[in-house]
């Protein structure tokens, strides 16, 4: 299981709203960068090897701070999550799975990761899922608005995964959340990254389009529910500073 599994970090943002001129995954969180806290994680699971950590903004900044630590790919323009991993689809060599986390979520356990991957295994799907549910969009849970919502059927299956800007009023309500972490099987999300399309209110390929795509071949999908303080994005300095009293 170890040395089949290849992890690819999504780090090239800027951080807009951040301020700054550094990548997001750098911004520090109690004196240390946000992708420091992910990449603990990995080293304490049963995932072995280096990890692929896509840059892209103030790339040089990202490997002069992680050095040889970690692998590289370059993202020259970031059009999306799903164009992101396609980017890295060269580095992914013999795996035949693929994690795909984030760097600005500096809450995510070592056992987490390998629950995913134990699900993962266990069950055989295309891809595994992680999911979280919340109570409402209130108070601490504001930030999680900009989640993406899961829609199950009366079956209890996934149906398919809405962004917020394409949701209509009774789908934004919904507050089982997809945080986008994800566990692929290799070789179908590779025959499939090319049927992505950026026909959506961003623009932008989704790796989270990938769900639909899996339930309209009829392929098994797998989730897994995880506390959503581990999902604490970055993405405002109001962020930040929760993030700083609930760092697990």
């Given at each position: 299981?170890?040395?089949?599994?290849?992890?690819?970090?999504?780090?090239?943002?800027?951080?807009?709203?951040?301020?700054?001129?550094?990548?997001?995954?750098?911004?520090?969180?109690?004196?240390?960068?946000?992708?420091?806290?992910?990449?603990?994680?990995?080293?304490?699971?049963?995932?072995?090897?280096?990890?692929?950590?896509?840059?892209?903004?103030?790339?040089?900044?990202?490997?002069?701070?992680?050095?040889?630590?970690?692998?590289?790919?370059?993202?020259?323009?970031?059009?999306?999550?799903?164009?992101?991993?396609?980017?890295?689809?060269?580095?992914?060599?013999?795996?035949?799975?693929?994690?795909?986390?984030?760097?600005?979520?500096?809450?995510?356990?070592?056992?987490?990761?390998?629950?995913?991957?134990?699900?993962?295994?266990?069950?055989?799907?295309?891809?595994?899922?992680?999911?979280?549910?919340?109570?409402?969009?209130?108070?601490?849970?504001?930030?999680?608005?900009?989640?993406?919502?899961?829609?199950?059927?009366?079956?209890?299956?996934?149906?398919?995964?809405?962004?917020?800007?394409d949701a209509d009023e009774k789908e934004k309500k919904v507050t089982e959340l997809n945080p986008s972490l994800f566990c692929f099987n290799s070789s179908w999300i590779l025959s499939n990254l090319s049927k992505l399309t950026n026909k959506n209110a961003?623009?932008?390929?989704?790796?989270?389009?990938?769900?639909?795509?899996?339930?309209?071949?009829?392929?098994?999908?797998?989730?897994?529910?995880?506390?959503?303080?581990?999902?604490?994005?970055?993405?405002?300095?109001?962020?930040?500073?929760?993030a700083e009293q609930i760092l697990i």
């Open positions: 299981m170890p040395s089949q599994t290849k992890v690819i970090i999504l780090a090239a943002g800027k951080g807009k709203r951040m301020g700054g001129d550094i990548p997001k995954v750098l911004i520090e969180l109690n004196k240390k960068p946000l992708i420091s806290y992910l990449l603990n994680s990995l080293k304490l699971s049963r995932i072995m090897g280096k990890p692929t950590v896509i840059v892209g903004f103030r790339a040089d900044m990202v490997k002069e701070e992680l050095k040889d630590t970690v692998e590289y790919v370059f993202q020259e323009e970031q059009l999306g999550t799903g164009h992101a991993v396609m980017c890295a689809k060269d580095n992914i060599g013999t795996a035949d799975k693929i994690v795909v986390l984030y760097g600005d979520m500096p809450n995510i356990k070592p056992e987490t990761i390998d629950n995913l991957l134990e699900l993962h295994n266990n069950e055989r799907p295309v891809l595994t899922m992680m999911t979280i549910k919340i109570p409402n969009f209130e108070n601490e849970y504001a930030g999680f608005m900009g989640f993406g919502r899961v829609i199950r059927g009366e079956d209890g299956s996934i149906k398919k995964i809405v962004e917020l800007r961003q623009e932008e390929y989704y790796l989270t389009d990938l769900v639909g795509l899996a339930i309209e071949q009829g392929q098994k999908i797998s989730s897994l529910e995880i506390s959503p303080m581990e999902c604490i994005g970055v993405n405002t300095p109001e962020e930040l500073k929760f």
